[in-house]
């Protein structure tokens, strides 16, 4: 028997200023697994996830074929890797597979003509399209050259030869997803258990929703495959027994819509009451349908529970193909969870298709009025294979773009001895024919004071005592948008608008001559540049300014009830003692060794356990209050620091995967 063909797969995440991508290379994995399956002896596959022991893999080993995973975030650093593997060994075969690909026919060609070091690109689901392009190359001895001369079209494949496309269509998506190996029980995926990475785990692929700005809005996605119940609790009993991490993510586009959903939650339930794992669960739950709530239900508490609407808007929603979960079901999902100490989430994207200034702050504050308790503003990404990214919809919608580079996704790295430049570059709508610039910025101001004033329920007994005198939150939180750029806290936000505007260039070529040019890159680390602005700006001031931000709120909270004509001696006693108590509470976080007493005419522990929904003023008892950080907090914030790191960004991210009263100071 002949020499085994070594196969690589790398889906590589940037490491030079944390990690850009810390879940487990899951979907790879699965390739990997499922042609191991068809081939046994006849492969050997690697797969890699971070840059470093790729390069190391390298300098020993010449795989005859290398595959990148290609998303957003990983398509520049895939590249550069390519082009430097192929000028060292240019018979080695490059395939990328993944959702970041053109759906345009002259797009796809002009990404391959681009990204020239690509070989093949291998669109939709990537396991039965890879083992039958690697069964056809077999054929021509892995000579890719005299393969693509015979232009053999090949599902799921597209490639260059003679300067022109040769696209293969599609297969049949698979309807069994067990025919595919489990890479987790299969061992593919143990080193990665190492204490950083977070796993990921998928029980059914498929969305039926159409929407236009999402990858998997093309009707070949639209059917559901899944995998069995015994194989997910398998693997989920594997992982328990390894997992050095409390979060597991679930890949689903509408988890828990379907029975087979609720079941499985039910094992997941199950393996957390046995390994005390998983502690958090990150999810994309579906719509409207009972199974929802019961999946929430059993779940029992630790899920991210996700009701993206992206907007409230109905032209909008009618722009983009989209219907919305109901608000009854979004408040029924929301008590349910909250009930067991769950965390609501929602989604809104800025700019989308008839996207307006008054109808981004509507779909803010509508679900912030309906009690969702992160409610968290994204920008709306051009994504090769959506179908707003179109030349279409860009003229339909007046569609105007900038580019950014994307936080985290930079860095350089030394392979066969040189150092190549590597960024991932966005490009995002910040101008429609309803929304100008100027209105954008505008919209960008308020996603911060959302995140900083609101998200996590940082104000929550303050918000409590508003609702109870009938002012609405989102009037709260109007009120604070309207006067935090003009207080303490003007300098942060003014610092928050300029750098959201100086990281967007009108040109995607000027942006990268700009950072791959010398020393560029290692500037950006050094100066610790281009941050998730929106979630450092909410870490600085978490963590650095609770002072200020009790200040802004608790002013802002006074001139609603002097406009209202609630304002009284004993309402700014209970105010002024509250914002003591919430201040003791949640000032100095980094700081876990602070330990205070104090005395208060209020009794705020009742009050506490009552969670605020009573009247304060039948709890007026002198009562003497201990603040403090438990060892397990204590325990628990360190292991965050050491899995995502210390820099304001990292505090931002932290902040953003977990539920910010699990850092208060408890009390007794």
């Known amino acids: 028997m002949g020499k085994p063909l070594r196969i690589s797969f790398a889906d590589l995440t940037y490491t030079t200023k944390g990690l850009s991508n810390n879940t487990f290379p899951f979907g790879i994995s699965l390739v990997a697994s499922y042609a191991k399956k068809v081939f046994g002896d006849k492969i050997d596959v690697e797969i890699f996830h971070y840059p470093k022991n790729f390069i190391n893999y390298l300098e020993n080993e010449v795989p005859e074929v290398i595959c990148f995973s290609s998303f957003s975030w990983t398509l ?21 597979g993944g959702p970041n690909f053109p759906i345009e026919y002259n797009e796809k060609e002009k990404f391959l003509k681009k990204y020239s070091a690509i070989d093949f690109y291998v669109c939709g689901e990537g396991e039965k399209a890879f083992v039958e392009l690697l069964k056809d190359l077999e054929r021509y001895n892995f000579n890719k050259e005299k393969f693509k001369e015979r232009e053999i079209k090949l599902g799921n494949c597209n490639y260059i030869y003679n300067g022109k496309l040769i696209d293969g269509g599609f297969f049949p998506r698979m309807e069994n997803l067990d025919d595919i190996p489990s890479p987790y029980l299969g061992g593919y995926l143990d080193k990665f258990f190492d204490g950083v990475l977070i796993p990921i785990n998928q029980i059914a692929r498929g969305c039926p929703f159409r929407c236009a700005y999402c990858q998997e809005g093309n009707i070949y996605f639209c059917k559901i495959s899944r995998f069995s119940r015994d194989r997910v609790k398998q693997e989920l009993i594997y992982i328990a027994n390894k997992i050095k991490v409390p979060n597991l993510v679930i890949a689903d586009s509408n ?16 393996v957390k009451e046995t390994y005390n794992w998983p502690k958090y669960i990150e999810s994309s739950l579906g719509k409207n349908k009972d199974t929802v709530l019961e999946t929430v239900k059993n779940f029992k508490g630790g899920v991210f529970l996700g009701a993206p609407v992206q907007s409230t808007d109905a032209q909008v929603l009618e722009n983009i193909h989209r219907t919305n979960i109901s608000n009854e079901k979004i408040i029924e999902i929301t008590k349910t969870g909250e009930g067991y100490g769950g965390n609501s989430f929602s989604e809104i994207i800025l700019g989308l298709p008839g996207d307006s200034k008054n109808a981004h702050f509507k779909s803010m504050f509508d679900m912030i009025d309906l009690g969702i308790n992160v409610v968290r503003a994204h920008q709306l990404l051009m994504l090769p294979g959506s179908e707003i990214s179109t030349l279409e919809a860009r003229e339909k919608y007046g569609i105007k773009t900038k580019f950014r580079l994307q936080p985290k996704c930079f860095g350089d790295y030394e392979v066969y001895g040189d150092v190549i430049h590597c960024s991932e570059i966005d490009e995002l709508c910040v101008e429609n024919n309803t929304m100008p610039y100027e209105d954008y910025l505008k919209c960008r101001k308020l996603d911060l004071s959302v995140e900083i004033f609101y998200n996590n329920g940082i104000f929550y007994e303050l918000k409590c005592f508003l609702e109870k005198l009938g002012i609405k939150t989102s009037y709260f939180i109007e009120k604070i948008n309207e006067k935090a750029s003009e207080s303490l806290l003007k300098e942060l936000y003014g610092n928050f608008i300029k750098e959201n505007e100086d990281c967007l260039w009108e040109s995607y070529d000027k942006l990268e001559e700009h950072i791959k040019g010398d020393g560029m890159i290692e500037k950006y680390i050094v100066e610790k540049l281009r941050d998730n602005e929106q979630l450092k700006y909410r870490a600085i001031a978490f963590f650095r300014r609770m002072d200020d931000l009790h200040g802004v709120a608790f002013e802002s909270a006074r001139e609603l009830l002097r406009e209202t004509g609630f304002l009284d001696e004993l309402k700014e006693k209970y105010l002024n003692e509250l914002s003591d108590f919430s201040l003791l509470m949640k000032k100095e976080l980094l ?14 522990l009742k009050l506490l356990e009552k969670k605020f929904e009573v009247d304060p003023f039948d709890f007026m008892e002198e009562t003497e209050i201990n603040f403090f950080h438990t060892k397990e907090q204590k325990r628990l914030f360190e292991g965050y620091l050491n899995q995502f790191g210390k820099t304001e960004n990292d505090l931002g991210i932290i902040l953003s995967r977990s539920h910010a009263n699990k850092f208060y100071r408890m009390v007794r």
Not at 80 to 85: G, H
């Open 76 to 96: 520049d650093i895939s590249h550069e890797f390519a082009k430097k593997i192929k000028e060292k060994n240019p018979s080695v075969i490059v395939i990328f």
């Open 255 to 270: 988890f828990g819509m379907y029975e087979e959903d609720v079941e499985i939650s039910k094992d997941v339930s199950e």
């Open 591 to 604: 700081n876990l060794d602070i330990v205070e007493n104090r005395k208060f005419s209020f009794n705020f």
